[in-house]
């Protein structure tokens, strides 16, 4: 599983609060402070430390939240996966049926699709730890990312071209015997 370096860095962060504010780590404090021997030093230490711990308490709130975010970016919610099951099998049935139908295989296919795609097997999935926005939408927004990609690839080519017969033309109509041996063809 790849993580990113958002939640990485959460995890460093998180990593970090817990060394500082280990039991042993706040009880060295804590002997410390009573070590000194003189009362205002210590109480005035243990203020600071209980402002420390009471702030570390608000980062880790902080980061249990950032990864509630993103683990809930990640699952499909029971609406997604309603919403996608009633437009996405349509439009496979719409265009199975416009490319001549379905033979027995297809029909299998399609079944299977359809299994895949139903709210039960979504859900159990996702509790598998399954990722469908990673699985399929990641590969999705490449495949058009590529498509779009090489479209505009083929237009620049079009474009180069275009201005290279351009070019040609005017040395052509430079030459006045190529020109004429230009109109004899047509």
Excluded: H, W
């Amino acid at each position: 599983m790849e993580v990113s370096e958002e939640v990485a860095g959460l995890g460093l962060r998180l990593a970090e609060l817990m060394a500082r504010n280990g039991a042993t780590f706040v009880s060295d404090k804590i002997r410390g402070y009573k070590a000194s021997g003189r009362s205002e030093e210590t109480i005035s230490g243990l203020e600071e430390l209980v402002t420390q711990l009471i702030a570390d308490k608000a980062e880790v709130a902080r980061i249990a939240q950032a990864y509630e975010a993103e683990l809930v970016a990640q699952r499909l919610s029971p609406g997604d996966v309603d919403y996608v099951t009633k437009t996405v099998v349509p439009k496979i049935e719409q265009l199975i049926e416009s490319s001549g139908g379905m033979d027995e295989a297809t029909e299998k296919q399609f079944e299977g699709v359809k299994g895949l795609l139903s709210a039960e097997t979504v859900n159990v999935l996702q509790l598998l730890g399954f990722n469908f926005r990673q699985a399929i939408g990641a590969p999705l927004t490449e495949l058009v990312s590529k498509k779009i990609l090489s479209s505009v690839d083929t237009n620049v080519e079009l474009q180069l071209a275009i201005e290279k017969r351009q070019q040609l033309l005017m040395q052509l109509a430079l030459d006045p015997e190529a020109t004429e041996r230009f109109r004899s063809f047509f």
